[in-house]
């Protein structure tokens, strides 16, 4: 028998090679367990099926024009969605299918005749070569934007690079769906008859693209699942599978990598379980590096979950109300009455009750199934804390702050910052160890300091925010912002014919959006005064918390100065509250000429890490933690909070020295560190659960972890025996010399 004659074989995925979605089951493999569904194929198409439909020629011609006429993003994209199935001989022969929906009903699919002789030579991946081809091409020619691909788990787990390069290559959201069953059995074992293989590949690629459009939104963004017990249940349900391990581990050093799995396969050997609690699973920094974290532990096979409970409306104002008096930024009159302290509680505690203390809930005692480790994230979240040293004494208990907390009014007895904190440490103080960004001045003066530890707010590089883009995903995603901003009759923006200054943050009296209408306004006199022509726009945008609702407040406000103060600058300044989409941020960031985060108050701002990483400058005040993220006069600027004549003058400076522009931006592109992304953030809780997990609590009898004000980075290193290289980026480090304030 011939080689070309030999029967395909398809090794088994262990878990240390495997880059096919875990998640699956073990006996879907690669292996067709039918040669029905190809003879049934190539009976129908012996010589393959191209794509038919056609377009019109005129629109053709209108579109290609569009942008380069209009001097904007790019021509308006018909949106699609696409199924792929595939069914093998025993010759490694495959019939690919590619199916296309318009998200009513199928418009066309092809059919390909597809040798894969040669599939495993080299790390080819034959399938998706072809895959990605058709795509992109079929992309170009009916001038369309692919937005998810439903494709069978058997097909993931024989081409084992196509879901992440249609996410990364094309950001195209790949959805796997299990194969159609007719019917179980009382125990959930398949009956002998199945669907799935009475099926040709067209039907299977046209059933996959019908079941994916199911699982997205009117924004085209995936739909967000909360499931049972306000389980999270990241990227559609753990259905888009979007990376792999080596996509990864490519995103950081092998120090980082290294020290990261060492506490990773501790956890997996050991079996630990550990549970996050937060106050909403969308909108903010928390859940952003939430579905990051939970995305990237399911991928490393650690047992990692997430949790927010039912949500109330008047619960989640009082706990914004709380939100900003912490920060400073609250009316002076304004403070939390006890019934409203009662309200949160008792919203807490009953979320406790019904869905997490019940039998098989996070919150049992380890042994009847609940986690080894807790993390409370934030001030929504306390009173959980209570309730689980009550029945769990022995159980470690993290509290994570994500916020910028004026200590310093703290400090004063008759604030309205003592009040909040009185409540909310008589809580806290029960936890086992209390996490902070890496500024002291954000940690009150009651709490020991042998139990803070620092950590920084970190982003994910392989996502919608900070993947890289092709053009023409980028020109889809501006015509996305032109065309919100077309039907909210607001200021469309002319790039790239006009360049752009651009604040992305929340709608939020912390995010110093006054100063930024009050610098650009300066930047356009001084502009005009230097007869420069076509001067930029401005974009404030961002988008809207769950649990937060000042933005609309917040929003008008910010129209009422513009119409105010420079009612004649309104045609140029774009203020938009966005629909959730990650990949329309990371447009925006990216192809912005200068980035402002000109807060009041701020912790440590992910948004600018996001952009330096994309390569451009930001101009940020010294608040928080943004001088621990930005080289003054190296990768941007810093400025005093308020100060808009110093942010306009650095904007001058921006936009006409050139050779000052293009140093900073290769500095901020080459100088983001580790510590900042979704490996190095796993590193520090996967250490940290280790480790508590070994060691215990007071209540356990043994020793206790006691951080005493080091970056949990740090120590993580430490442990593994991983010191740092002399050509590592690493984030400032403060004096932690705590000040006693008066």
Not at 674 to 697: H, M, P
Request: hydrophobic share 35%; aromatic share 8%; glycine share 6%.
């Amino acid at each position: 028998m011939s080689e070309q004659d030999q029967p395909l074989q398809r090794e088994e995925p262990t878990r240390q090679n495997d880059e096919s979605p875990s998640g699956l089951n073990a006996g879907q493999s690669g292996r067709p367990k039918s040669l029905r569904p190809f003879i049934l194929s190539i009976m129908a198409f012996k010589h393959g099926r191209k794509f038919s439909k056609t377009t019109s020629a005129h629109l053709e011609r209108r579109l290609s024009s569009a942008a380069e006429t209009e001097g904007r993003f790019g021509p308006a994209l018909t949106r699609l969605y696409l199924g792929i199935s595939a069914v093998f001989s025993n010759d490694q022969t495959a019939l690919i299918a590619l199916a296309i929906n318009d998200g009513i009903y199928l418009t066309d699919f092809s059919v390909k005749h597809l040798d894969l002789s040669d599939n495993q030579g080299f790390g080819r991946d034959a399938i998706a070569d072809y895959v990605l081809k058709e795509v992109k091409d079929y992309q170009h020619e009916k001038f369309a934007k692919f937005i998810g691909a439903g494709l069978p788990a058997t097909l993931a787990r024989v081409s084992k690079t196509l879901c992440s390069r249609l996410w990364l290559d094309l950001d195209i959201v790949p959805i796997i769906v299990l194969d159609e069953r007719e019917d179980e059995d009382e125990n959930g074992r398949k009956r002998e008859k199945d669907f799935w293989d009475l099926k040709r590949v067209d039907e299977q690629a046209d059933s996959m693209v019908r079941k994916c459009v199911m699982y997205f939104g009117p924004s085209q963004a995936p739909l967000l699942q909360v499931g049972f017990r306000g389980l999270v249940q990241t990227d559609v349900g753990f259905r888009a599978y979007l990376t792999t391990i080596q996509n990864y581990k490519d995103t950081c050093g092998a120090s980082t990598w290294e020290t990261m799995m060492t506490y990773a396969e501790k956890l997996r050997r050991d079996k630990t379980r550990i549970a996050f609690f937060s106050s909403t699973p969308q909108g903010g920094g928390v859940a952003l590096m939430r579905h990051a974290l939970v995305r990237f532990a399911r991928r490393i096979e650690v047992d990692l979950s997430w949790y927010v409970p039912k949500p109330l409306p008047t619960a989640l104002r009082i706990t914004k109300n709380i939100h900003n008096i912490l920060q400073g930024v609250s009316p002076p009159s304004q403070r939390i009455t006890a019934e409203e302290k009662k309200a949160v509680i008792h919203w807490i505690t009953e979320n406790a009750y019904r869905y997490w203390l019940s039998e098989s809930g996070p919150l049992r005692p380890a042994e009847e199934g609940g986690a080894h480790i807790i993390i409370i994230d934030d001030p929504q979240m306390p009173g959980l804390i209570p309730l689980i040293k009550r029945f769990t004494p022995d159980r470690p208990v993290l509290y994570r702050s994500h916020i910028q907390i004026r200590s310093d009014l703290i400090a004063k007895d008759s604030s309205a910052q003592a009040d909040v904190w009185k409540f909310l440490w008589s809580n806290i103080q029960l936890a086992d160890m209390y996490i902070s960004h890496p500024i002291p001045e954000f940690v009150p003066h009651t709490v020991p300091r042998a139990k803070v530890a620092y950590m920084p707010a970190t982003t994910d590089w392989l996502d919608g925010l900070n993947k890289p883009l092709r053009d023409w995903d980028v020109g889809y995603y501006g015509n996305m912002y032109n065309a919100s901003c077309h039907a909210q009759k607001m200021t469309e923006l002319h790039w790239p014919a006009r360049k752009y200054i651009i604040q992305i943050a929340r709608f939020d009296p912390s995010k110093g959006i006054p100063t930024a209408i009050d610098s650009y306004a300066e930047f356009r006199r001084q502009c005009k005064v230097a007869d420069i022509e076509d001067p930029p726009q401005l974009v404030l945008c961002g988008n809207q918390s769950v649990d937060d609702p000042d933005a609309s407040i917040v929003y008008d406000q910010t129209l009422d100065q513009i119409m105010s103060l420079c009612p004649e600058l309104m045609k140029d300044i774009s203020v938009m509250c966005l629909v959730p989409n990650d990949q329309l941020l990371n447009t925006l960031i990216s192809k912005a000429h200068v980035v402002l985060q000109l807060s009041t108050s701020e912790g440590f701002e992910v948004k600018v890490s996001e952009a330096l990483h994309a390569g451009r400058p930001v101009v940020a005040t010294k608040t928080g933690g943004l001088p621990l993220q930005i080289k003054d006069s190296v990768n941007g600027f810093l400025v005093e909070p308020g100060d808009w004549k110093a942010v306009a003058s650095h904007l001058m400076d921006l936009f006409t020295n050139n050779a000052l522009y293009e140093r900073m931006s290769y500095a901020a592109r080459t100088g983001v560190s580790d510590e900042v992304g979704t490996v190095s953030n796993a590193l520090c809780w996967f250490y940290l659960a280790s480790k508590w997990r070994d060691i215990g609590t007071e209540e356990s009898g043994k020793a206790v972890l006691q951080p005493n004000e080091r970056w949990v980075y740090d120590m993580a290193r430490d442990e593994a025996n991983c010191p740092y290289s002399a050509d590592e980026e690493q984030l400032p480090r403060c004096s932690f010399e705590h000040k006693k304030i008066n």
